[in-house]
Structures are given as structure tokens and as C-alpha cells.
């Protein structure tokens, strides 16, 4: 019943024009990090430049290389030297200006892709990539790092959830076809103390 309820409801909004984008909202906290989950034998760890991606054999990985550039930075996971998994974290005026869904304070970054090769996929190597980068990026001086997740991509929130990323907000957005810009509603998840009012 709830299944029809949720596609009438889908239908009636697309039938007047409107688009939806609903969003979980996670962030980790980058001086306190969980101990590291273990990365698979024969894998290993390391930043990733664009060109390296562009050269990537697999498909779905080589098709991610255009979020790199100005204010990017790149982490991959290897099986001996094939790019297997790769993750892009944008900080800066260029996340502002690409994409600026999540309001940043200075040395906060956004993760915004994060992509396993399919014949890679159920190791546990995102969860290992998202461990990795956010160690990096500690190391470079960031404090905070904050992803989106579309709400009920089941399988991005339990990599999330166990690399020690917490749910902080969900995120609605309305686009109609009389506003340039969205409606926007935001919901603060009342579990986490947030400092951000944005």
C-alpha cells in the first residue's frame, strides 16, 4: 500500500511539472577518526591525479576523471596497478562554483563521487577509500568533511555508516517549472550537535 501511495505521489508531482531531489546529508569529524577497516590482500591506497583516471582501464572508473581540476583531490584504491575504486573530494571557491549544495567553512571539503569498478564491488573497499581519504585529507589541514547520498541509496549510507561518517541532515529540494530557483527544506538530524547553521 505504501508502495502505490509513494508512486501516485511521484506521478502527481511529475504530472505538474515538478522535480524532486531528496538528500541524507553526512559528515565526519576529521580529529577523531575510527580505527581503519582492512583493506583486501593485493589492494592498496594512494591519491590519484586526473590523468591517472583518464587512463584508468575500467569504464566506469575512466568516465569520473572530469570532477578533477582546480580545488579537487583524488584517492583510488589499486589492484596491483589498475584503478579499481576512485573517490573525488572538492574543497574551496571550486566546489562554490561547481557545485555549492553544502555551504563549506574554511578547510571543510565535500566528497562527490565515489565509484567501485563492479567486478570490485563487495570487498569492502569503499568503505576502506572513504577511511583512507579522510586521513589524507586530516593530514593536508582539512577539519570536516561532509557527502550527500541520494535518501535511500541503501547501499552508499552502510558504506558511510561504516567508515564513521554520521547522518547530520536531510536536504528536499523542489524545482518547479514558475521559480528559477528551488524550494528548499532542510532538516537537521536532532542526534548530531552541529555547529553549522547554514
Given amino acids: 500500500m505504501k508502495t502505490n501511495i509513494a508512486a501516485f505521489g511521484k506521478a502527481l508531482i511529475r504530472a505538474l511539472g515538478i522535480e524532486y531531489s531528496c538528500f541524507r546529508v553526512f559528515r565526519v569529524d576529521l580529529e577523531a577518526l575510527p580505527v581503519p577497516v582492512a583493506l583486501p590482500a593485493g589492494y592498496r ?21 572530469w ?10 584504491v589499486f589492484c596491483k596497478s589498475e584503478l579499481v ?13 561547481r557545485r555549492n549544495f553544502w555551504p563549506l567553512n574554511q578547510n571543510e571539503a565535500k566528497s562527490v563521487d565515489l565509484v ?15 577511511q583512507f581519504s579522510a586521513r589524507q585529507l586530516a593530514a593536508k589541514g582539512f577539519v570536516r568533511v561532509y ?6 541509496n541503501w547501499p552508499s549510507i552502510r558504506v ?22 528551488p524550494f528548499r527544506f532542510l532538516w537537521r538530524l536532532r542526534s548530531q550537535q552541529l555547529e553549522k547553521t547554514g
Avoid: M
Avoid at 70 to 75: P, V, Y
Avoid at 86 to 94: T, Y
Avoid at 118 to 124: S, W
Avoid at 147 to 152: A, D, E, L, V, Y
Fill in 45 to 65: 591506497c594512494a591519491n590519484v591525479s586526473s590523468h591517472e583516471v583518464r587512463e584508468a582501464k575500467e569504464p566506469t572508473i575512466r568516465g569520473e576523471a
Fill in 67 to 76: 570532477y578533477g581540476g582546480e580545488d579537487a583531490l583524488g584517492f583510488g
Fill in 85 to 97: 575504486a576512485l573517490q573525488w573530494v572538492w574543497f574551496g571557491e571550486g566546489y562554490r562554483r
Fill in 116 to 130: 567501485t569498478a563492479p567486478e570490485h564491488r563487495g570487498l569492502g573497499l569503499a568503505t576502506y577509500l572513504k
Fill in 147 to 152: 557527502s550527500r547520498i541520494w535518501w535511500n
Fill in 160 to 181: 558511510s555508516e561504516k567508515a564513521g561518517w554520521k547522518a547530520v541532515a536531510i536536504v528536499v529540494e523542489l524545482k518547479t517549472p514558475l521559480r528559477s530557483r
